[in-house]
């Protein structure tokens, strides 16, 4: 027989391990295949500055991109020395820093700092030039960290924060600079460097070798998407201007183009997929579209399921529960689409109005986390009506939000120009 000690022991052994099986590790841009929906459960619904705040991490500069999480560490990248408000700087002194943290406290366990290649794209203040010089979501495959820095390159580091390799993508540069995170298939790390060269690319993930490459690119500031085939395989989705691209990742070969954006400048928002359905938004047209994948060609007549006249310019959308939901990024209008037909179920405006909103939403525990640049987040209701659970802001902290928030253990990471904040119990 076993006794009262020894059960307590194996009670707590199942209790660590229950837990360490709960944390499913968020490795990438907008989680699990990039598409912003965590089973995560107990997330907190209200906070401030004083309430269900289990630690703030104080940043060593401002970035957009958002936390990754892998076992018992944070990583994330940030940037000092030019392009701070109020004054822009000297942009020699530009300077990027991937951070490791402690996944329970919030401590820096270290820090690495890169210099930029210069010239990098001119910071001149507003609104249209604070993308930043930390955009791009980092992502992991266990073993290593993979982060891209825009001009400055592609970098391959071990966890604890040693240079394995690097690459080059290309040098050019545009006012909004550089946003879209590397994504991880099989071997390849790819990057979608339109930017920068005008490419979409593949990298061996031990070496940094180029394995593909397509031109073409332009005007594309969304993170490409491995967007899973009914009947098996993965298929690659970038959106362009006009344009919706399908690929294959092992190649690059390019399998179906639709009808996309009619936008002939850029589209920011990154594509999401369920059942077989790749989905689109963006354009300052204002549009949503929905695609039947699989096609080859061109598939316009045959895969566009449907378009409506309703989208965001800059954030990109979730499927939940038979929903496309998203967030105008400037009229803070709440935007609920029936995945099937694309017939509205709900458009809203919230309120109070919260300004520029650039964060995409994120969809948890029955919640829709919409967050704004300055006027805090907005805890919605995941359903067919609209519904505002909470308004929540930081009475000490009014700096900028652009990053996507992360569900992790019951709890939330978010992270401000300021400051990556640990939320919940």
């Not at 825009?150 to 006012?175: I, M, N, P, Q």
């Not at 590397?182 to 690319?201: D, F, M, Q, T």
């Amino acid at each position: 027989m076993i006794g009262k000690s020894s059960w307590r022991v194996v009670l707590g052994l199942l209790a660590v391990v229950t837990a360490a099986a709960d944390a499913a590790d968020v490795t990438g841009f907008r989680g699990e295949g990039g598409l912003a929906r965590s089973a995560e459960v107990g997330l907190p619904q209200a906070w401030s500055s004083t309430k269900n705040v289990v630690w703030k991490s104080k940043m060593p500069g401002p970035g957009t991109s958002s936390p990754i999480v892998l076992g018992k560490r944070i990583y994330l990248t940030s940037y000092t020395g030019y392009g701070l408000e109020p004054n822009q700087g000297d942009q020699t002194n530009l300077k990027r820093q991937v951070l490791c943290l402690d996944r329970v406290s919030g401590k820096v366990i270290w820090k690495k700092e890169f210099a930029a290649k210069l010239p990098e794209s001119s910071y001149s203040g507003g609104n249209n030039a604070r993308h930043g010089y930390a955009s791009a979501t980092p992502t992991t495959d266990g073993k290593h960290l993979y982060v891209f820095f825009g001009k400055s390159g592609v970098f391959c580091l071990d966890l604890e924060g040693k240079t394995v390799w690097t690459a080059d993508v290309g040098s050019r540069t545009r006012g909004w600079g550089s946003s879209n995170s590397p994504v991880l298939y099989k071997n390849l790390l790819i990057v979608s460097a339109s930017v920068e060269s005008g490419r979409l690319l593949a990298l061996d993930k031990a070496t940094g070798k180029q394995a593909w490459s397509v031109s073409g690119i332009r005007g594309s500031w969304n993170t490409p998407l491995l967007a899973s085939v009914p009947g098996g395989g993965q298929e690659l989705v970038v959106s362009v201007p006009q344009t919706v691209l399908g690929f294959d990742p092992a190649t690059g070969k390019r399998l179906w183009s639709c009808e996309g954006i009619p936008d002939r400048g850029y589209v920011c928002p990154s594509v999401v997929a369920h059942e077989g359905v790749v989905f689109a938004i963006g354009g300052r047209a204002n549009t949503a579209l929905a695609i039947k994948l699989g096609g080859r060609g061109d598939v316009t007549s045959s895969h566009l399921l449907w378009k409506t006249n309703r989208g965001s310019n800059v954030s990109s959308p979730v499927v939940v529960d038979g929903h496309l939901v998203w967030v105008h990024e400037r009229r803070g209008t709440a935007y609920c689409l029936d995945v099937k037909t694309g017939k509205i179920v709900y458009e809203a405006r919230l309120a109070p109005r919260p300004g520029l909103m650039y964060s995409s939403v994120l969809a948890a525990d029955g919640k829709l986390y919409c967050i704004s640049q300055h006027n805090g987040t907005y805890v919605l209701a995941a359903g067919s009506q609209f519904k505002l659970l909470a308004h929540n802001t930081f009475d000490d902290d009014d700096s900028r939000i652009n990053a996507c928030p992360v569900a992790h253990n019951g709890q939330l990471l978010l992270r401000t120009d300021r400051f990556l904040y640990c939320l919940g119990k």
